[in-house]
């Protein structure tokens, strides 16, 4: 199957560590080896030598809107719709509130308990600030739809469960949301990198994601926000920054926004992340997504096929969605002891991670990963079962990071 794969060829593209088979891709991408080059180009000669004259030489201040547009073109967005600026956490409180402010009249923020807890925290925290008596109502994801009415201020829903990878239908909420008067906020988090996506299409109002993960952007890479070409002038920055200014060197002391997307923009950007995440994302320039939806399938049915010929017998449960469609690009099992399992797993080197309270989590990035090590993962995966080498106590020992 690796000799017929497309995409085969991406993979020398990466850094992969002798002895590893990367399966945590969803959470922290391999290292594009051009990003090595890069990041010593804009320290060693546009820091080291330009210095201050780089913001202009280098053209470094437009890094957030450059960045936006590569990211934009793999979210089926518009040119002019992103910037890659701050952290998914806070572009998700810039997204909420502008959400909130352009559907004054009502209360309610919806969301749904399959959402990463930081999305719900901000919401809340947002709330509060606010302090004009929104409510966070979460529900269980397949209530989203339902729980949809005249009610509702802003739908704030994650595509794909951090845990199960369950994926919800982003063309029906939004749909649904629009009908009822809805303003939507989309994060992409799991989705960006992953498979296909269509904002425009879908007509959705905000949008929020993560670089570190499928975008291989580096650890803490800067997030993206989206905002529809029909809002854009609308919003009033609660984060109101002077990079967001219109003209930030005339050191005005009143505030007025940019225009368009720029205004999403709040503080100097990070330079150096910045530019590792513009070469990290010329990876995509030549990439068809539905190839990498395709692969990604693939890999995760052969997955599935093997673990529950495998190691059924030894407690382990499919936790995410069985049919692809209904899935993003990760497989979650349910494995009692999966934490002790998956330290026995990574010493192996075979490298996934745990959730809370049993799952074991698996995430399939098609650029690097083949066939052949989803094969090896799971016979790795049963030996380890079989064997209980798991109980050992230096597999037991919980770190900081799961
Ligand atoms: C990974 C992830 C985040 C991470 O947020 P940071 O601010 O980058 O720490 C946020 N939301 C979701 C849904 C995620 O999956």
Not at 50 to 79: F, Q, T, Y
Not at 141 to 166: H, K, S
Not at 337 to 358: C, H, N, S
């Amino acid at each position: 199957m690796d000799a017929a794969d497309p995409l085969r060829c991406k993979r020398a593209e990466f850094h992969v560590p002798e002895g590893v088979i990367y399966l945590d891709g969803n959470s922290l991408g391999l290292l594009p080896v051009s990003v090595k080059d890069r990041v010593a180009e804009t320290v060693e000669n546009e820091w080291g030598n330009s210095l201050i004259r780089a913001w202009n030489s280098h053209s470094w201040m437009d890094l957030p809107e450059k960045v936006g547009a590569k990211i934009a073109k793999l979210i089926g967005a518009e040119e002019g719709t992103v910037v890659s600026v701050d952290t998914t956490s806070l572009n998700v409180a810039k997204a909420v509130s502008a959400a909130m402010a352009l559907n004054p009249e009502r209360k309610v923020i919806l969301t749904d308990n399959g959402n990463f807890p930081t999305d719900i925290y901000m919401a809340q925290g947002i709330a509060d600030l606010v302090d004009k008596g929104h409510e966070v109502r979460i529900v269980n994801p397949q209530d989203v739809y339902e729980a949809l009415d005249e009610t509702i201020a802003v739908m704030m829903i994650t595509q794909v469960d951090y845990r199960t990878g369950r994926r919800h239908n982003m063309k029906q909420l939004t749909e649904r949301a629009h009908a009822v008067g809805a303003i939507t906020v989309w994060d992409l988090a799991h989705s960006a990198g992953a498979f296909e996506v269509d904002l425009t299409s879908c007509n959705v109002d905000l949008a929020v994601g993560c670089t570190y993960k499928y975008f291989n952007g580096g650890p803490g890479a800067p997030a993206f926000i989206y905002v529809a070409p029909r809002h854009q002038d609308n919003i009033k920055p609660i984060l109101s920054g002077w990079i967001g200014h219109k003209a930030p060197f005339a050191f005005e002391l009143g505030y007025q926004p940019a225009e368009g997307i720029k205004r999403m923009n709040v503080g100097t950007p990070p330079v150096i992340a910045l530019s590792a995440l513009d070469a990290a994302l010329d990876v995509w320039v030549d990439v068809d997504m539905s190839e990498v939806r395709m692969k990604s399938v693939a890999l995760s049915e052969l997955f599935i096929a093997e673990v529950e010929s495998r190691c059924t017998q030894f407690g382990l449960t499919l936790a995410s969605p069985r049919d692809a469609d209904s899935r993003g690009s990760q497989v979650s099992f349910r494995c009692p002891d999966g934490y002790a399992v998956m330290q026995a797993l990574i010493a192996e080197g075979i490298i996934g991670d745990f959730r809370a309270p049993d799952i074991i989590r698996f995430g399939f990035t098609p650029l690097y990963l083949g066939y052949e090590d989803v094969l090896n993962a799971t016979k790795k995966l049963e030996e380890i079962l079989r064997s209980e080498v798991w109980r050992e106590p230096a597999f037991m020992k919980r770190e900081k990071v799961t």
